[in-house]
């Protein structure tokens, strides 16, 4: 497994990272043991967790995921895995925070109290990759900045980043950090697959210019690039299949920007692709992600042990630039308006 650095921090990690929030949730204990042990031997020392989990998260269920993974690190050498989690922020209307004290917002307060409370649920001294879930654009940057900085020189945390931001906020941020001599955020963790392609008009030109490395989630498009979905398939247990069959207004809407005419034409698309190359276009699509320049690491995940298969195996693949230009040729070819629904994957 490739090493890959975080930013410009001394902080390396393997180039597959596992993403955890289905487990308490979908996958019980014994099976999301099992996922994170077969990640380990496969050299993933990487992984993704945040105070909100699992997903969907329900008020009674926060912090499950954290726990689990507390009780999974108990047996292994904690120096040789990186530990990613994340406090909630306002959520955004996608989750319902955690309310301390009254306010949901980036403050002192309030990350202070989510840091100590991940370090117990985790059971470690420090997190290596402490993440805002999503952005406070209503809260002054510069003392969020600040507890994180703090946070930093106590050893309860190495390195920090966002997620869910927009190339706007990061460089507000990272304008900050230089301003103050703050910590600064050395990753932003964002949507990004062959159906989502947004960050490379101009994310990437952040990254690239301020040294700053993206942590892809959702390689798969939600799974849609599975195939799972094809020929109007709605397979039992998928969230987008409980999504818009009986999932509430905004649950169906969002299935329906992933779910849609074209998203379903390109992944039959690819599948072209990936049977010459003599691969799954799960592996496809991850082998996609990694290989640019401006990611650190991209998020797989598995709520049972046998989905790991395909996506371990883009581990040891390097696509070729013809194979490139051919996935850059359908996104020329499909473009974002096709289909009679309109509907943009977002």
Not at 24 to 29: A, C, I, K, P
Not at 79 to 93: C, D, F, M, N, Q
Not at 154 to 169: A, F, L, P, Y
Not at 174 to 203: H, M
Request: proline fraction near 3%.
């Amino acid at each position: 497994m490739k090493r890959r650095r975080l930013g410009s921090s001394g902080v390396t990690v393997s180039d597959i990272c596992l993403g955890t929030m289905t487990f308490g949730l979908q996958t019980n204990e014994k099976e999301s043991f099992a996922i994170m042990d077969r990640a380990y031997d496969a050299g993933i020392n990487f992984f993704d967790t945040a105070e909100i989990y699992p997903v969907p998260p329900l008020k009674e269920n926060v912090g499950i995921t954290e726990e689990i993974v507390g009780r999974w690190l108990k047996d292994k050498p904690r120096e040789s895995l990186i530990i990613a989690t994340k406090v909630t922020g306002p959520g955004h209307g996608w989750f319902t925070p955690p309310v301390r004290h009254g306010m949901t917002a980036l403050d002192r307060t309030h990350i202070v109290a989510a840091v100590e409370d991940s370090l117990r649920r985790l059971g470690t001294d420090y997190i290596d990759l402490y993440q805002t879930h999503w952005p406070d654009h209503g809260m002054n940057v510069d003392e969020t900045l600040n507890v994180f900085t703090d946070l930093v020189d106590q050893g309860k945390i190495r390195v920090i980043g966002c997620s869910n931001e927009t190339s706007w906020g990061l460089m507000k941020s990272l304008w900050s950090s230089d301003k103050n001599g703050l910590a600064r955020y050395e990753t932003v963790q964002n949507n990004f697959s062959i159906l989502n392609r947004r960050c490379e008009s101009e994310l990437a030109q952040v990254c690239r210019k301020e040294g700053v490395s993206l942590i892809p989630y959702s390689p798969l498009a939600g799974g849609v690039l599975s195939g799972k979905y094809q020929e109007g398939k709605l397979p039992e247990g998928a969230r987008f299949s409980e999504y818009l069959s009986s999932g509430g207004e905004r649950q169906k809407k969002m299935a329906a920007r992933f779910i849609n005419s074209r998203t379903l034409e390109v992944t039959g698309r690819l599948k072209e692709i990936s049977d010459d190359l003599g691969m799954s276009v799960t592996t496809l699509a991850t082998a996609w992600s990694k290989q640019h320049d401006f990611v650190a690491s991209t998020i797989i995940g598995a709520s049972i042990l046998s989905q790991l298969d395909e996506t371990l195996a883009a581990a040891e693949i390097d696509l070729d630039n013809e194979v490139m230009k051919r996935i850059d040729l359908i996104e020329e070819e499909i473009p974002r308006s096709f289909g009679e629904d309109g509907l943009r994957n977002l």
